[in-house]
């Protein structure tokens, strides 16, 4: 394998982000946070990508002095870990704060280089309103197709459409756990007490977003590495697609300090496979039927044509970043280091892979060996 080339320069000169309101608190609506990537994109920090890609998915995420409401074992916002709020890393990043105001007039002044924006709401009674306020200020500058990463506690059907008159075009639904059990075993019930997130709230969000958004307007964020097996992942993959609803993979990437943060990473010959499945279903028509899985719902064997196979493997497409689109339907929200620290060889591609990239993603997969399998 290649040595990792994806470090960013450090940020090296963090611009002024922002004024502290009246009562010095730096909260939403006023202030959000932006993805480190984000950052760099709007010169609103220095630095560079190790390689070069062009880049215009602008993440943001709301932020409250006692942080996130919910407690999710693998989180790295989660309630229980320690540390302050401010202090917390989300899916292994840091995420600068920046004044709303200057964000969205950066956003005006880089809109020809953006393709897709995002705001990430958090467990917190204000998360609704406050997003309303943010859209508003971003609709009345930006064009670029703006999404939400919603959290269900706080929403129900009006508020969605809501959100749908104000001009949001994607909902995403950090399902994250895959199955019932494990959704309730790591999200529903928190060790410290309080209130845990509920499995048919989130499915019902799902449904109304799909609903009042159309077909593939929605999509959930599914966690590969939480314990779930090959065959629950293939299994939800697919009843989503049959609900027009698309499936976006993230790679378990334990965040220290969480109630999940000596857990392994997840492997990456099988994350690799879990791509090129989710992949085969989504865009090539595989059903679940195309796969053979072991006893312990492992995938074992892929039973389609191995040449559609092969070919998808070769496209590299499988292992691009799984994120909403933008306008023209070109990748949009591609969150370089959502699934691996910068130092770390790409987990998804926030580009599409090169020749180095595809003889090094080919000897991940071992692609033959399930093949071979599916003929027997
Ligand atoms: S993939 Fe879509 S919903 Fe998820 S973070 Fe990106 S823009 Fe938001």
Not at 134 to 151: D, Y
Request: glycine share 10%.
């Amino acid at each position: 394998m290649s040595a990792p080339t994806t470090s960013p320069a450090a940020p090296t000169v963090p611009v002024a982000l922002g004024r502290p309101s009246g009562n010095g608190s730096q909260e939403s609506p006023t202030w959000v946070r932006v993805s480190g990537a984000s950052a760099i994109a709007l010169r609103l920090r220095s630095g560079r990508f190790g390689r070069s890609f062009a880049f215009g998915g602008i993440n943001l995420l709301l932020t409250y002095d006692d942080g996130c409401r919910s407690d999710c074992a693998y989180c790295g916002l989660a309630r229980t870990r320690p540390g302050t709020y401010d202090e917390k890393s989300f899916i292994r990043v840091e995420w600068p704060l920046v004044a709303t105001d200057e964000l969205v007039a950066r956003m005006a002044a880089h809109e020809e280089r953006l393709t897709r924006l995002c705001i990430s709401m958090v467990t917190h009674p204000r998360a609704f309103r406050d997003t309303v306020t943010i859209t508003e200020a971003i609709r009345s500058s930006v064009r670029t197709p703006l999404s939400v990463l919603v959290a269900p506690p706080t929403l129900n059907r009006r508020k969605l459409e809501r959100l749908a008159d104000l001009g949001v075009d994607m909902i995403g639904v950090g399902l994250d756990a895959v199955t019932e059990d494990l959704f309730r075993s790591l999200r529903t019930e928190v060790p410290a007490g309080g209130a845990g997130l509920s499995w048919d709230k989130y499915w019902s969000v799902v449904s109304d977003a799909r609903d009042l958004f159309g077909p593939w307007k929605v999509n959930c964020h599914l966690l590969v590495g939480l314990g779930e097996r090959d065959r629950d992942l293939l299994e939800l993959i697919t009843a989503l697609h049959d609900q027009q609803v698309l499936s976006y993979l993230f790679c378990f990437n334990p965040e220290p300090d969480s109630r999940l943060g000596e857990r392994e990473k997840t492997p990456l010959r099988r994350w690799r496979r879990i791509q090129l499945a989710r992949f085969l279903v989504q865009e090539r028509g595989f059903r679940l039927q195309d796969f053979g899985f072991d006893d312990e719902g492992g995938l074992r064997a892929i039973l389609g044509p191995p040449e559609v196979v092969r070919d998808a493997i070769r496209s590299g497409e499988p292992f691009m970043t799984n994120g909403c689109p933008g306008e023209q339907g070109e990748p949009g929200c591609t969150r370089p280091y959502g699934s691996y620290r910068p130092s770390e060889p790409f987990r998804d591609f926030p580009f599409l892979p090169n020749g180095e990239d595809l003889a090094v993603l080919e000897a991940e997969l071992a692609i033959e060996e399930l093949l071979e399998r599916g003929r027997r």
